[in-house]
């Protein structure tokens, strides 16, 4: 990974969070919450990166695509009663966590030879 691309994606993940509008921008606030191609200069050029003009827009759609995932993700309410996707057993012994697994997946008591 270069510089420049390393870079790019930082600037897409420090975009797609929630900032208040114009914090970017000298700009006052807008009302608006969509970031613009200008927000996405002035990010580049504090980076202290240039990228083309086919480059930014293809950052603003990675944003764009980035933020609608995100949320889709936050309107999906979960509560406590839903069970993490995979298991965690806090312990240093490998061998304990082997068994804890072959417990999880099988439902049956791990039973050594």
């Given at each position: 990974?270069?510089?420049?691309?390393?870079?790019s994606r930082a600037?897409?993940?420090a975009?797609?969070?929630?900032?208040?509008?114009?914090?970017?921008s000298r700009?006052?606030?807008q009302?608006?919450d969509?970031?613009?191609?200008d927000d996405?200069?002035?990010?580049?050029?504090?980076?202290?990166?240039?990228?083309?003009?086919?480059?930014?827009?293809?950052?603003?759609?990675?944003?764009q695509?980035?933020?609608?995932?995100a949320?889709?993700?936050?309107?999906?309410?979960?509560?406590?009663?839903?069970a993490?996707?995979t298991?965690?057993?806090?312990?240093?012994?490998r061998?304990?966590?082997?068994?804890?697994?072959?417990?999880?997946?099988?439902?049956?008591?791990?039973?050594?030879?």
């Amino acid at each position: 990974m270069t510089r420049k691309e390393f870079l790019s994606r930082a600037i897409v993940a420090a975009a797609a969070t929630t900032l208040p509008p114009g914090l970017m921008s000298r700009q006052t606030p807008q009302v608006e919450d969509a970031l613009t191609l200008d927000d996405i200069k002035a990010a580049a050029k504090v980076a202290g990166v240039e990228f083309s003009e086919s480059e930014l827009q293809q950052i603003l759609r990675q944003i764009q695509t980035a933020s609608e995932q995100a949320k889709q993700s936050r309107a999906n309410k979960l509560d406590n009663s839903v069970a993490p996707p995979t298991p965690f057993f806090p312990s240093s012994d490998r061998s304990q966590q082997k068994r804890n697994v072959l417990e999880f997946e099988t439902g049956l008591p791990h039973r050594s030879l």
